[in-house]
């Protein structure tokens, strides 16, 4: 018999929905899994257990009874510690609000609820989604699972959903992106990862870090299913005014047209420049198997390099602060001290600086569109290297080189992986493209994923 946690989400959802397997057997497979690997891996803020096992029981009276609200009833999932349910607590990732009790849902969470699927458990983030390590020295930091020897970085801040997701407990889950938060877990724990653009996907009763960069995304173990869980997650909410107006997207018609046609950029050298050999040699064949699908590759000029946009960080750091300063200025508060300096850092951004990055990402965002025109999408490393031991960890330096224009310039991109180094760790292309092309990123992912077999690897615990 297949073991349901072994399941990507779509294959299971189909399993469920003829009844192959019952959403009792998915989410008792997917817990087992969780209490056997949770001592070990700390995915986890909260695993709900028992309210999980009875929507199960639930959900299989009513599918059975022919009564199923969608395709994805029955199907588990995990949220990132920033989201809230309604009488749940949510830290943020941060041991000063282990008591905060969610007095609503978040609008995604209710969409997910609303299609029958089943919520495992809260993961793990970096305190309060800011750091791209996946660190957390009050909260825990979640172990990589593709090292049964050596602790390494899962990537943050999502870091519990990559970990959990990664070791088969959970078949996908939500984490948020402010820099590359969805991203550098997926890459460095061999996983798809899409960042939407700010407006596709409502940020209602999510905790922020930065409302004009947050973007919560689907992270998965293939295109498929992160296109999947995107057309759920995005769409207008009232209690989110950047979707408004944003145009509901169902990427999935053209999920299969290839690419063939397509005209995809690689990075200019001068960027391969601090990227380890064994990432490149996986990015250069990715540009080959595209284009043996069909895609034209061709050069591109961009008008910046990519470390010249950390620097660019007034932004994240005033409405992080906003947020938060009263609660770093507290010397009695229980924060990670790294994620304190970060926050207070913010206090010395004045208006005049905010509003000259402001109006910096304006012209930049311009100048981009400019050198891309005519062209489908930018391909990169999403990091510079695979997952690092964590006792390498340099908090100072940010893992975010290729990830955090894709904010700083309102971009979509996806994540996925690519190849892996000679010790098995993952490795990771990004693709990224305009705003609102979410469906043209996940297009080329799907061409990529289609022609090779990297997403199907899986750690082995």
Same mark, same amino acid.
């Given at each position: 018999?297949?073991?349901?946690?072994?399941?990507?989400?779509?294959?299971?959802?189909?399993?469920?929905?003829?009844?192959?397997?019952?959403?009792?057997?998915?989410?008792?497979?997917?817990?087992?899994?969780?209490?056997?690997?949770?001592?070990?891996?700390?995915?986890?803020?909260?695993?709900?257990?028992?309210?999980?096992?009875?929507?199960?029981?639930?959900?299989?009276?009513?599918?059975?009874?022919?009564?199923?609200?969608?395709?994805?009833?029955?199907?588990?999932?995990?949220?990132?510690?920033?989201?809230?349910?309604?009488?749940?607590?949510?830290?943020?990732?941060?041991?000063?609000?282990?008591?905060?009790?969610?007095?609503?849902?978040?609008?995604?969470?209710?969409?997910?609820?609303?299609?029958?699927?089943?919520?495992?458990?809260?993961?793990?983030?970096?305190?309060?989604?800011?750091?791209?390590?996946?660190?957390?020295?009050?909260?825990?930091?979640?172990?990589?699972?593709?090292?049964?020897?050596?602790?390494?970085?899962?990537?943050?801040?999502?870091?519990?959903?990559?970990?959990?997701?990664?070791?088969?407990?959970?078949?996908?889950?939500?984490?948020?992106?402010?820099?590359?938060?969805?991203?550098?877990?997926?890459?460095?724990?061999?996983?798809?990862?899409?960042?939407?653009?700010?407006?596709?996907?409502?940020?209602?009763?999510?905790?922020?870090?930065?409302?004009?960069?947050?973007?919560?995304?689907?992270?998965?173990?293939?295109?498929?299913?992160?296109?999947?869980?995107?057309?759920?997650?995005?769409?207008?909410?009232?209690?989110?005014?950047?979707?408004? +107006?944003? #145009?509901? =997207? *169902?990427?999935?018609?053209? %999920?299969?047209?290839? /690419? @063939? !046609?397509?005209? &995809? $950029?690689?990075?200019?050298?001068?960027?391969?420049?601090?990227?380890?050999?064994?990432?490149?040699?996986?990015?250069?064949?990715?540009?080959?198997?595209?284009?043996?699908?069909?895609?034209?590759?061709?050069?591109?000029?961009?008008?910046?390099?990519?470390?010249?946009?950390?620097?660019?960080?007034?932004?994240?750091?005033?409405?992080?602060?906003?947020?938060? +300063?009263? #609660?770093? =200025? *507290?010397?009695?508060?229980? %924060?990670?001290?790294? /994620? @304190? !300096?970060?926050? &207070? $850092?913010?206090?010395?951004?004045?208006?005049?600086?905010?509003?000259?990055?402001?109006?910096?990402?304006?012209?930049?965002?311009?100048?981009?569109?400019?050198?891309?025109?005519?062209?489908?999408?930018?391909?990169?490393?999403?990091?510079?290297?695979?997952?690092?031991?964590?006792?390498?960890?340099?908090?100072?330096?940010?893992?975010?080189?290729?990830?955090?224009?894709?904010?700083?310039?309102?971009?979509?991109?996806?994540?996925?992986?690519?190849?892996?180094?000679?010790?098995?760790?993952?490795?990771?292309?990004?693709?990224?493209?305009?705003?609102?092309?979410?469906?043209?990123?996940?297009?080329?992912?799907?061409?990529?994923?289609?022609?090779?077999?990297?997403?199907?690897?899986?750690?082995?615990?």
């Amino acid at each position: 018999m297949t073991d349901p946690a072994a399941l990507p989400a779509l294959a299971l959802a189909r399993a469920i929905a003829t009844r192959t397997i019952s959403p009792v057997a998915a989410v008792e497979a997917h817990l087992d899994r969780i209490a056997r690997l949770e001592p070990q891996l700390q995915a986890f803020v909260a695993v709900f257990a028992d309210d999980a096992r009875l929507a199960a029981e639930g959900a299989d009276r009513m599918i059975r009874a022919g009564h199923a609200v969608g395709p994805l009833h029955g199907v588990p999932v995990v949220l990132k510690d920033l989201i809230d349910l309604d009488g749940r607590i949510t830290t943020g990732g941060s041991a000063h609000f282990a008591a905060r009790r969610a007095t609503e849902t978040a609008t995604i969470a209710r969409r997910m609820l609303a299609q029958g699927m089943i919520v495992l458990g809260k993961t793990h983030t970096v305190e309060f989604a800011y750091g791209g390590w996946g660190t957390n020295r009050r909260m825990g930091t979640p172990r990589n699972p593709w090292d049964l020897a050596v602790a390494r970085t899962p990537g943050g801040s999502s870091s519990g959903t990559g970990v959990a997701v990664a070791a088969r407990m959970a078949p996908w889950g939500i984490g948020t992106d402010t820099g590359g938060s969805v991203r550098l877990p997926a890459s460095f724990c061999g996983l798809t990862g899409l960042k939407a653009t700010v407006g596709r996907i409502s940020t209602a009763g999510i905790v922020p870090l930065s409302a004009t960069l947050d973007t919560p995304g689907p992270m998965a173990r293939s295109v498929e299913d992160a296109a999947l869980l995107y057309t759920i997650l995005s769409g207008p909410d009232p209690r989110d005014p950047n979707t408004r +107006g944003v #145009v509901p =997207e *169902d990427p999935m018609p053209a %999920l299969h047209r290839g /690419v @063939r !046609g397509l005209r &995809l $950029a690689r990075m200019p050298a001068a960027e391969r420049a601090g990227v380890s050999s064994e990432m490149l040699d996986a990015y250069d064949a990715a540009l080959d198997t595209l284009a043996r699908c069909g895609a034209e590759i061709v050069e591109v000029v961009l008008p910046f390099r990519f470390a010249d946009l950390l620097a660019t960080s007034a932004i994240v750091e005033a409405e992080a602060y906003a947020y938060n +300063g009263a #609660v770093a =200025e *507290d010397r009695a508060a229980l %924060l990670d001290e790294d /994620v @304190r !300096g970060r926050i &207070l $850092a913010g206090a010395g951004v004045t208006a005049q600086e905010y509003l000259r990055t402001r109006r910096m990402q304006r012209e930049m965002n311009a100048a981009f569109a400019r050198a891309m025109d005519g062209i489908d999408a930018l391909l990169t490393p999403t990091t510079e290297s695979a997952a690092i031991p964590l006792d390498a960890v340099d908090q100072a330096v940010a893992p975010s080189r290729f990830t955090r224009f894709g904010n700083l310039l309102e971009l979509c991109a996806l994540a996925l992986p690519n190849g892996a180094t000679a010790a098995g760790l993952p490795l990771s292309l990004q693709i990224v493209c305009r705003g609102y092309e979410e469906a043209m990123a996940l297009r080329i992912g799907q061409a990529y994923q289609a022609a090779t077999e990297w997403h199907r690897r899986a750690p082995d615990w």
